[in-house]
């Protein structure tokens, strides 16, 4: 049975979103196991975790999908929904890069050179942080959707995404470092491994980018 | 068995089998904001209906009735013929309640209202001649459904607009809230209080004068708010379900004052909506007693009971399913925006009542909601419903019409 008062309210995307920001996250958080494992040559346990990767991806993918169905355009709501999609879209972005970035050093069995293993992992560890901040930010939406983008509240996700911002900053300065680590000892590399090494240190900033992307959307609601 | 027995067993019957399908359908979405943001259990939802259903209709229903009763029909007509009246208003009932039977099985969103004002002109119209039909008070009836629904959701964009600037857009929302609240609750016990106290005490016998009616509502609401500022006082904020800005608690805060536009949202729907069912009802008995048609007839208590006791059994047979299934789908109502739509809703409702004029619970509060959405209230509204609304009216007029003058030429030639 249907019902007006029931119908009047469409699938409010709000939880759904800060579910997918949770899934996203946790599915660049397992980088670190995985480039731990990769770094030392542990290719069986670099396996099970990329699995793990795997699968918070799809979960992030249906999830993306699900919301996706729940937002018809008959919907009115405080925000543009074009701007709660693209969110979603940049979220996503976090769980997709995680994939890429293990999968071609999977794909390769590429050891990281012990030279700059130490220096890469914690690069890896900064993406992550920005990732973990982008879902702290995300997870202010019920509370930004509570106030109608006004206010206290607003005060509070800006500062949550300056410190993103500076967070992706540093992650910049990483890439930067890591690359000129590498390019010192590259001719000690085969040619193949350094060009893919860059590669992965790029696909890798890249979370940390779509994370600040994240904080962009983000900013765009406030401004409505 | 004597002609006049005969009608108003079949118009109690009729009236009946109308006040179940009001009390299965309309209150359940009255209640069932309450219920979905938490406010109430469904348990204590029924019982504050079950109450406030009856004070509403004892103490504020009578004019709306009167409408029904002798408002669209020109009773004067038919002082010759008072059986087609009699004839009429069985048909009337009947169709209203087929048709909300019918209606309710697809799930369409028609109005108990609707329904029994068309049934009712449909009768007079053909059955009895076009003139009988008072089509400068319908008029003013059809007016008022596209009315209640924009005034209620301009009340409504206006009270979710000051709760987020007292409340939640502050620096400390659970102060704030505490801090306001009990006024909020003041308000609304105050304009049910003042619209039963003018419109309502007088039917009862009491007559007390406008100052005497301010002051007395003034003081009735004081209390309920003292009585709700000391539940506010005893919530205690519960850090583990909590971020920093303590959303939660404050939700937890305005469910008092939910309680408290829930009972006015009862109250406001048995002053407008229990004459849908009594009305027509109370003509028939008027004639069958005197075997005049008279326009001074008192409403027996009775027939105020038989109403009353309708819907509570209809809650209490399929309101509780539709109850729960809308609870469940309504959960962005939270109690800060739920309250905002009941209040603003009820306020219409009940002025409405006090004037007479039977509006829509439902499309009242469908319109209170979307104000609340308009004031970016609520995270997703579906537009589809309005549209599906407005199809609704085109539909439930004709349809009620047509039924009512089916059953009018049936019953004028097998009744007595």
Known sequence: MTNVLANIFGKSPVVPLEKHIEVAFRCAKKLRPFMTAAVKGDWDRAIAYRDQIEDLEHKADDLKKEIRLNLPKSLFMPVPRQDLLELLLVQDMIANRTKDVSGLVLGRRLRVPAAISKQFLQFVDRNIDAAKQARKSVRELDELFATGFRGAEVHLVEELIEELDRIETDTDGKQAELRAALFEIEDTLKPVDAVFMYKIIELTGEIADMAERVGRRLELLLSH | ?416
């Open chain 2, 1 to 416: 068995m004597e002609a006049a027995t005969i009608y108003i067993v079949l118009a109690a019957l009729f009236g009946v089998f109308m006040a179940w399908g009001i009390g299965a359908n309309d209150v359940a979405n009255a209640m069932a904001t309450s219920v979905g943001s938490k406010a109430l259990t469904i348990k204590q939802a029924i019982l504050v209906a079950a109450v406030f259903e009856f004070l509403g209709a004892v103490l504020a229903g009578g004019e709306v009735t009167s409408t029904i009763r002798k408002g669209i029909v020109d009773i004067e007509l038919l002082a010759a013929t008072p059986e087609l009246l009699v004839y009429g208003m069985l048909a009337a009932l009947l169709a209203a309640g087929t048709w909300l039977f019918i209606a309710s099985h697809k799930g369409w969103p028609v109005s108990t209202t609707h329904s029994i004002v068309g049934a009712i002109v449909g009768f007079a119209a053909v059955g009895i001649g076009v003139d009988a039909v008072q089509w400068g008070k319908v008029g003013l009836i059809v007016m008022s459904w596209v009315v209640s629904p924009l005034t209620a959701g301009f009340i409504a964009y206006l009270i979710y607009q000051s709760v987020l600037k007292l409340i939640l857009r502050r620096d400390d929302p659970l102060a704030h809230a505490k801090r306001y609240v009990p006024i909020y609750i003041f308000f609304a016990a105050f304009a049910i209080t003042l619209v039963t106290i003018l419109k309502g005490l007088k039917h009862v016998g009491f007559d007390i004068s406008l100052r005497d009616s301010y002051l007395l509502a003034t003081a009735i609401a004081v209390v309920i708010a003292l009585i709700g500022a000391v539940a506010i006082q005893r919530i205690k904020s519960d850090p583990k379900a909590e971020k920093s800005q303590h959303f939660y608690t404050v939700e937890r805060v305005f469910g008092v004052l939910m309680i408290v536009t829930a009972c006015s949202m009862a109250f406001a729907h048995g002053s407008n909506d229990v004459a849908n069912a009594i009305g027509p009802l109370a003509a028939v008995i008027s004639v069958a007693q005197n075997g005049i048609v008279t326009a001074e007839a008192a409403l027996p208590l009775w027939v105020l009971m038989l109403g009353g006791a309708g819907i509570v059994i209809g809650l209490a047979t399929f309101g509780i399913r539709v109850i729960s299934t809308v609870g469940k789908k309504i959960t962005q109502l939270t109690p800060s925006r739920g309250f905002a739509a009941e209040l603003a809703a009820a306020t219409t409702i009940v002025i409405a009542s006090g004037t007479g004029i039977p509006v829509s619970t439902t499309h009242t509060l469908v319109g209170a909601v979307l104000g609340v959405g308009l004031a970016r209230g609520i995270e997703a509204i579906d537009l589809r419903v309005v549209a599906r609304i407005f199809v609704s009216w085109v539909v439930t007029i004709p349809a009620g019409a047509f039924l009512a003058i089916v059953f009018f030429f049936i019953f004028k030639t097998i009744l007595p």
